[in-house]
């Protein structure tokens, strides 16, 4: 019999901390044991556990039904309002409103505003999108994650808030705290500190990074 890979990472999808991905079952524990409804899974690597929690989350948040593990790709999420920078690295694409067009959420069929990000994604560009509400906004990015992992690409989805979307907030994904020391700094503990391995690995091997955050935390982020 094949022996079963180590568990590392723990995805929390209900629990008392909300969706959030634990390094330890002992914290997963603490966080799920005796509460109502939870629900947790654990994985080999970090991935494979934001995978699941992207989904199970997604279908929760979205549809307003009981998480499961069955889908890939749905994620809700909300967007900052307004762009917030000029950095020339960055694409800023403000999709205009869907408007009455009579298109049944059923049958999506990208407009040309999300046709044109989703474009720059698959070339490898960086890309910022925002809109008001209803602007298409969650389709696109369900979208955008679907191109990734069709093509067996890593992205790492991270939110402000694990209530909108699943995964982790940027700050615990990418494992610097409250981000206030020099990167310098950070790159020397990742790649000096064992236990921190993971978070240089993290880095290392993801293809894509998905950043869903308020406007504030990107403002400081860009800065
Ligand atoms: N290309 C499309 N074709 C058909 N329907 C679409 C398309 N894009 C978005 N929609 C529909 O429009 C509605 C709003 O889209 P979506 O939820 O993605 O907007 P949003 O910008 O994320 O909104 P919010 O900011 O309020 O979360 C949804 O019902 C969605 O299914």
Not at 69 to 86: C, G, L, R
Not at 111 to 121: A, D, I, M, W
Request: aromatic residues 8%; charged residues 25%.
């Amino acid at each position: 019999m094949p022996k079963a890979s180590k568990k590392s990472y723990y995805a929390v999808c209900i629990g008392r901390e909300g969706p959030k991905i634990y390094n330890s079952w002992d914290e997963c524990k603490q966080n799920t044991s005796r509460y109502p409804g939870a629900k947790h899974r654990g994985f080999s690597t970090y991935q494979d556990a934001q995978d699941w929690l992207a989904s199970a989350m997604s279908l929760s948040s979205n549809l307003g039904r009981k998480p499961s593990a069955d889908s890939d790709s749905e994620v809700e999420v909300q967007m900052p309002p307004t762009p917030i920078s000029d950095d020339s690295d960055i694409e800023i694409i403000d999709t205009p409103p869907l408007g009455a067009t009579g298109s049944s959420p059923t049958e999506i069929v990208l407009s040309p505003e999300q046709k044109k990000v989703l474009k720059k994604v698959e070339k490898g560009e960086n890309v910022f999108f925002t809109g008001s509400a209803g602007t298409g906004k969650s389709v696109l990015l369900r979208e955008i994650i679907r191109y990734f992992r069709s093509t067996n690409k890593k992205v790492a989805i991270t939110a402000s808030t694990a209530v909108n979307i699943a995964g982790s907030t940027i700050h615990s994904w990418a494992g610097i705290g409250l981000g206030e020391e020099p990167t310098k700094t950070y790159v020397g503990k990742f790649r000096g500190q064992k236990k921190l391995r993971s978070v240089w690995d993290r880095w290392r091997n993801v293809h894509a990074l998905i950043v869903d955050e308020s406007e504030d935390t990107l403002s400081r982020a860009c800065q």
